[in-house]
């Protein structure tokens, strides 16, 4: 559709980088201490911005807090229209690199593009185009939740009329529609963290950032929380930046993933990329064989296991259970595939079913986090 | 295109930017109405200025023949402190009783104010919002200064509405003047007490703590304030020695006093309200005293009442912008997620 990507980019955007500058003069914490050498630096940083198409640029951003040093030199690159998954322990300063992002914390050292735009110096601007969710998202108790987003809305200087039906879509998206007209203090925490990402889609955004979003939310509601989020880059070419520990839904929802640890990325890119980075290097297939007597089944294996690049088959407890079958590198397990088919065909194996067992995220994570530190953040585009 | 974004109307027409303090304090304002605290407080306050009021009119018939001049009768209804009953009780008059009970209004829409949104998870949320920060303080203390100059305005022509219809004494224009300039300086020193209880709200972390610390300093301040300052007077400078020196020491006390809001409210508001309060210090010299004996008893004019006190209004202004810009200094530079 027209509406794609594309389309965020000419959108309000004339005449905002005047805006910008004036705002970084008014009395906010963050502006006020950087307004004597703003002018020097908005030109340098003016030609540092990232290309339009990287949404979200970190470099060398570091935040300490004393002798904590909460995210240290972190190099992040997010692209327009994915969604990126920021993967860590607690404590391993995802909030910490979400909240200087949207210039509600100023980073000691480093720099930070968000849309094109220095969060610290322009954070109004930056948070007019950023939807936030923070974790443990609240309302006002006392408001109904249409209410709670009629503020947010009035808060982005949105019309009325226009705000109402907005949110109106909005509640219908997360599924609170016949819920909304309740007081939030009767609403479970799921029904908070879906009302949070409402509030985040009321300003029609260009960026989403999630700051764990899912954590409360039922099984089924998960699925249909990810499927909005993907139909939302889909169909609005929304970049979504989302935080989150539960590794499975950060698997099946995210484009690339950044793995943090103790305040450092220890590795970004896709899944595949990761699996490559963090893997042992070798493939794994399933084998799904209808065998019977043991004989056969012996003879299968002694087959299988002939196969050049093969290092290991691992038959099942029972007969009927697949049979894993271990390559000594994983480029190779295609190869390995086709030669296996070979072979069942040619001896009349009784093979029901072949696949490449994919590493699970989990299984990267638990190697990523494993790994000594001193490896350093290294960037996998 | 699915039907999601088709209902999504287009944003690119904005309304009218209002600033972001306006937003804030346009829905604080509507809360604070809306809350129970506000109801309580204007069905205390409103009592604790009718009570002394009755009891005034009552007196007044006295008092009124003492009054040299009428048009200052009516406005004795709020400064008189009347006798009850035959045991020599005398309550405190509508200023005094005001005094005690004003600074509870301030703190109470105030002391929850920065660490409620903290409790609540919504502070994140409203700072990622297109806001600066320090809208969000000042919202909430023009929401607070609302809803008291509501409340007082209220309660003070509520009672002033009664005081007519018992006492049928239309006030005179100098009169009405003086009772708007007294609600003016009522609100300033209500202003301070919200101020410090935004400055406990931003920097204490619990709602229930901040209520509790400004509470305590309000009795401390306002009942055991003049008894500790005089304590500390009496060492300080003691009432003993020669005339001159018993003087001097006097005046030293008067000025150790006029630490406390609540003396600087008093003495401004008794000076508006009766044009008889011709000087609000003791003379600190003997000729000071000759001069003041031998002064003709007569009314002030509003403008001189009002030159006298100038220094208390200007002492309470200034104790009012420091606990502010104190308030907002510290929210500021506080990390959101502390």
Redesign the interface.
């Known amino acids: ?1 027209s ?1 794609g990507p594309g389309r965020i980019a000419p ?1 309000r955007r004339p005449g905002r980088r005047l805006a910008t500058a004036s ?1 970084a003069g ?4 963050s502006a006020t201490s950087t307004r004597a050498a703003s002018a020097p630096l908005d030109r340098r940083s003016l030609e540092r911005r990232p290309p339009d198409d990287v949404r979200i640029r970190t470099r060398a951003l570091t935040k300490r807090y004393g002798d904590l040093v909460a995210v240290d030199r972190l190099d992040l690159d997010v692209k327009a229209g994915e969604i990126f998954g920021l993967l860590g322990q607690n404590g391993a300063g995802k ?1 910490t690199t979400i ?1 200087m992002l ?1 210039g ?2 100023e980073p000691t050292s480093g720099e930070a593009w968000v849309a094109g735009l220095d969060p610290t110096r322009g954070p ?2 930056v ?2 185009r ?1 939807g ?3 974790d ?7 408001m109904t939740g249409r209410e709670n987003l009629r ?2 809305a ?7 009329a ?1 705000a109402a ?2 949110i ?2 909005v509640l219908g ?1 997360v599924g609170l529609a016949d819920r909304a007209d309740d007081r939030v203090d009767t609403y479970s925490r799921g029904m908070l963290q879906r009302l ?1 990402i409402a ?1 985040a889609l009321v ?2 955004p260009d960026i989403l950032i999630l700051d764990e979003p899912t954590t409360a939310i039922d099984p089924l509601g998960v699925g249909e929380i990810l499927d909005l989020l993907r ?1 939302l880059v889909r ?2 070419g929304l970049t979504i930046l989302l935080s989150s520990h539960l590794l499975n839904q950060v698997q099946s929802v995210c484009d690339r993933i950044g793995i943090f640890a103790s305040g450092r990325l220890i590795g970004q890119g896709t899944m595949a990329q990761l699996a490559a980075r963090f893997g042992d290097g070798t493939g794994h297939l399933e084998l799904g064989l209808d065998v019977d007597d043991p004989a056969t089944a012996e003879r299968a294996r002694a087959l299988v296991a002939a196969v050049d690049g093969v290092t290991s088959v691992r038959t099942g407890a029972t007969p009927s259970d697949p049979w894993v079958v271990t390559v000594a590198s994983a480029p190779d397990a295609k190869r390995v595939r086709i030669a296996i088919l070979a072979i069942v065909a040619a001896h009349a194996l009784p093979l029901t079913s072949i696949r490449e067992v994919v590493p699970s995220l989990e299984d990267i994570y638990r190697r990523a986090v494993a790994l000594p530190a001193q490896r350093g953040p290294e960037v996998a585009a | ?2 039907e ?2 088709a ?3 287009a ?8 600033a ?1 303090w306006m ?2 304090a ?2 604080e304002f509507g ?1 604070h109405l809306l809350s129970a605290r506000f109801i309580v407080l204007v069905i205390v306050l409103g009592l604790a200025a009718a009570i002394p009021l009755y009891f005034a009119a009552a007196a007044i018939r006295e008092v009124a023949s003492s009054v040299t001049d009428a048009q200052a009768v009516f406005i004795a209804l709020f400064w008189l402190a009347p006798d009850v009953g035959t045991g020599g009780i005398t309550l405190p008059s509508v200023v005094g009783f005001l005094g005690y009970v004003a600074p509870l209004l301030g703190l109470a829409f105030a002391f929850d104010a920065i660490n409620g949104e903290r409790a ?3 502070l ?11 809208d969000v303080v000042n919202g909430k203390f023009a929401a607070g200064l609302s809803v008291i100059g509501l409340v007082l305005v209220c309660v003070v022509g509520g009672i002033s509405a009664f005081g007519l219809i018992r006492l049928g004494i239309v006030p005179a224009a100098p009169e009405v003047l003086r009772i708007v300039l007294w609600v003016l300086v009522t609100f300033i020193y209500v202003s301070l007490w919200l101020a410090f209880g935004m400055l406990l709200s931003v920097v204490v972390h619990r709602a229930a703590t901040s209520a509790l610390i400004g509470f305590g300093t309000w009795l401390l301040l306002t009942f055991f304030g003049g008894l500790i300052v005089s304590l500390i007077g009496g060492v300080i400078a003691p009432l003993a020695g020669t005339v001159e020196e018993q003087l001097r020491n006097n005046s030293l006390q008067e000025g150790l006093r006029r630490l406390l809001p609540d003396t600087l409210y008093r003495e401004a508001s008794l000076t508006l309200l009766n044009p008889q309060v011709t000087s609000v210090s003791t003379p600190a010299t003997i000729g000071g005293y000759e001069q003041a004996a031998q002064r003709i008893p007569s009314l002030l004019s509003l403008d001189q009442s009002f030159i006298l006190v100038w220094p208390q209004v200007v002492g309470l202004v200034a104790m009012t912008v420091a606990c502010f810009a104190l308030a907002y200094v510290a929210f ?2 506080q ?3 502390a």
């Open positions: 559709m509406d959108k705002e008014a009395p906010t914490g909030t909240l949207l509600l914390t109004l601007e948070k007019r950023v936030y969710m923070p443990s998202v609240g309302f006002y108790g006392d503020y947010t009035r808060l982005n200087r949105i019309a009325p226009e039906a907005t109106e879509v998206q949070g509030d300003k029609d139909g169909e609005r | 295109m699915t999601t974004t209902a999504l109307p944003r690119r027409a904005r309304s009218v930017p209002r972001g937003v804030v346009g829905k809360d609540d998870g919504t994140p949320r409203l700072l990622s919002q297109p806001i600066h920060r320090d500021m530079r990390e959101v997620r």
